[in-house]
């Protein structure tokens, strides 16, 4: 027997999948964890299925490959979000189909969120709805055995006909973090010569954004900076597996949240001197309230992504973001002051379900300022519906959808799902934001539109 773990590419149309620049850190986090158990493990990564690509019957080959890959007393995990679920939804019933028998375990964000769902959808065994390495190895123990998982906390499980949901379980301590295995990409598939090497320097976030789909919201964990250097050694042993230009990403959700730390960071990574450069989030607030971007080397940097999302202080206020513009704009200053404006990636969201164009209108304002007065890339995106806080009220705004709509894998790209979720957004609204954005592209401002494949893309190029 061995346990099979993968998580499966997003599909962006019907026969092409969306790029992967950086491998899934779970799945080889996982395969660490369960080899030093002692366990025969296999690992699928998304880059196996772009051999697919174009085929007509893209599912149908999908499933010829992990097909051969398996037998019927094997263990199968899929990690899982919200833009691969469809998919992992159709592959886990397409061999359910064929080995009635085999031992499905679902895991990551989507199945936790909807646990009771993708229960009801597939005959996956079990759901774990916990953080990977503080459940997997008991999990996998009891299905190897048929023993009663009544007791095994964190998970949805399926008795015979029954699915059976236990109690939450505690979120794994900073100490446990930083004893757990380490990811191990030494089976990284040797043609893909991903871009970015993903290493993970805290969990969860200290914030709990209305919009945002993150796991251990109001939770943040940073390890020591001491265990940092050890997960830097661990990955760049593997680097040669990476394309001969990759950068680390720091995968965290808010590396920024305590800036002492993160300073002592910023020295470690001119102590190593790996000759690579590194990606990382930042939270505007933090850039004020510290001298974190005094340590830092722009020239270790090769972008940071600073999350705005509206553009009006209302906006930011209702989703809950603890920011105004005006404390953007002195944050900006600073860093552009400290050499990092080139380094800078802003994120910004339109069409939050209380969003009309002169909302609309307020964000685009704030884009063209900044693009003219900081020349900082602004990255814009129509919002995506994921599950959020916002999912638990979308009534309140008209909006009447239910977890099926993640079940069709293109669900990113429907028109369909993108006017159910957009109540205020009308033609003219996304003819009035494609001319703005259009305009700010002929006066050569820094700035991008994305869109949804549906609609006729409008790329504003740097």
Request: glycine content about 4%.
């Amino acid at each position: 027997m061995k346990i099979i773990i993968s998580f499966l590419p997003e599909l962006l149309e019907e026969s092409k999948f969306e790029p992967h620049h950086t491998p899934p850190q779970v799945i080889y986090l996982l395969y660490g964890v369960l080899k030093d158990a002692g366990f025969d493990v296999e690992v699928i990564d998304p880059f196996n299925f772009y051999q697919f690509e174009g085929e007509k019957k893209l599912y149908e080959k999908c499933f010829e490959f992990i097909d051969s890959k398996i037998s019927e007393d094997d263990i199968i995990c899929f990690s899982s979000n919200s833009f691969n679920w469809g998919f992992t939804k159709i592959l886990t019933n397409m061999i359910l189909n064929k080995y009635p028998d085999i031992k499905i375990v679902l895991g990551g964000l989507h199945p936790t969120i909807f646990d009771d769902y993708v229960m009801s959808v597939t005959n996956a065994s079990v759901v774990i709805r916990s953080e990977g390495e503080k459940k997997l190895i008991e999990v996998i123990e009891a299905l190897i055995n048929d023993d009663d998982m009544s007791d095994i906390t964190g998970i949805t499980y399926r008795d015979g006909e029954e699915i059976i949901k236990n109690p939450d379980c505690g979120s794994l301590t900073i100490e446990e973090l930083e004893d757990s295995p380490l990811p191990d990409f030494s089976i990284l598939p040797k043609k893909a010569k991903y871009m970015d090497i993903p290493v993970e320097t805290s969990r969860g976030c200290k914030f709990s954004c209305a919009f945002c789909s993150i796991p251990h919201r109001n939770n943040w964990r940073g390890i020591s900076v001491e265990q940092l250097e050890r997960r830097l050694k661990n990955v760049m042993q593997y680097k040669d597996n990476f394309s001969p230009i990759s950068r680390i990403l720091f995968v965290d959700d808010c590396f920024t949240a305590n800036p002492e730390r993160a300073k002592a960071i910023a020295e470690k990574l001119k102590e190593l001197n790996f000759n690579k450069k590194y990606f990382i989030e930042v939270r505007a607030t933090d850039v004020l309230k510290s001298d974190l971007f005094e340590k830092f080397d722009p020239d270790l940097i090769s972008s940071m992504q600073v999350g705005v999302e509206c553009g009006y202080d209302e906006g930011l206020r209702k989703i809950r973001k603890g920011l105004t513009i005006d404390k953007l704009l002195e944050a900006l200053e600073k860093l552009v002051n400290k050499g990092f404006s080139d380094k800078i990636m802003l994120s910004f969201i339109i069409g939050f379900p209380w969003e009309g164009m002169e909302e609309i209108n307020k964000t685009l304002d704030t884009i063209e300022h900044i693009a003219t007065n900081f020349n900082i890339f602004c990255n814009l995106n129509w919002l995506l519906f994921l599950p959020s806080d916002l999912w638990k009220e979308k009534e309140k705004y008209n909006i009447h959808i239910n977890e099926s709509i993640y079940d069709n894998p293109l669900w990113p790209n429907s028109k369909e799902v993108f006017d159910i979720t957009h109540p205020l957004v009308t033609e003219e609204v996304l003819k009035e934001t494609k001319s703005r954005m259009a305009d700010m592209e002929a006066r050569g401002l820094s700035a991008k539109l994305n869109t949804p494949i549906f609609m006729n893309t409008v790329d504003i190029i740097r």
